[in-house]
């Protein structure tokens, strides 16, 4: 089975950098997949943040965009979420998604990933 373990949240400033990391196992590469990162702030929805699939297209939120970078090392069954120039409204729980399925966004990952990990927390202020 599909298990995805987070880390690297943590509590910076306005304007500081943090570096998400996820270790994805169960899966087989040969079925492609598609990998992203959602969040959930309290009393706020669950909203995609970015996304990227066995071909190397990638998917961001709008709000993100030009500040976030998702990535992965296969090799080492990772995905990473470099995160720049962190905006007090960035505050949520983020968590690793994985799907299966023939689509990959940010937003289907939100909607309709079937695995995800236990969230990493990333609190700006």
């Known amino acids: 089975h599909v298990q995805l373990v987070e880390s690297g949240g943590g509590s910076v400033q306005t304007g500081g950098s943090l570096r998400l990391s996820c270790v994805v196992s169960?899966?087989?590469?040969?079925?492609?997949?598609?990998l992203g990162w959602f969040r959930q702030a309290p009393g706020k929805e669950r909203e995609g943040v970015a996304a990227?699939?066995?071909?190397?297209?990638?998917s961001y939120v709008d709000s993100v965009k030009g500040r976030f970078t998702i990535s992965t090392d296969n090799a080492n069954n990772t995905v990473y979420l470099q995160m720049n120039s962190l905006k007090v409204e960035d505050t949520a729980m983020y968590y690793c998604?994985?799907?299966?399925?023939?689509?990959?966004?940010?937003?289907?990952?939100?909607?309709?990933?079937?695995?995800w990990g236990q969230g990493t927390q990333v609190t700006v202020s």
């Open positions: 998604a994985a799907d299966f399925g023939p689509y990959c966004s940010h937003s289907y990952l939100a909607r309709k990933a079937n695995f």
């Open positions: 169960g899966y087989a590469y040969s079925d492609g997949y598609c």
């Open positions: 990227i699939d066995s071909d190397g297209a990638t």
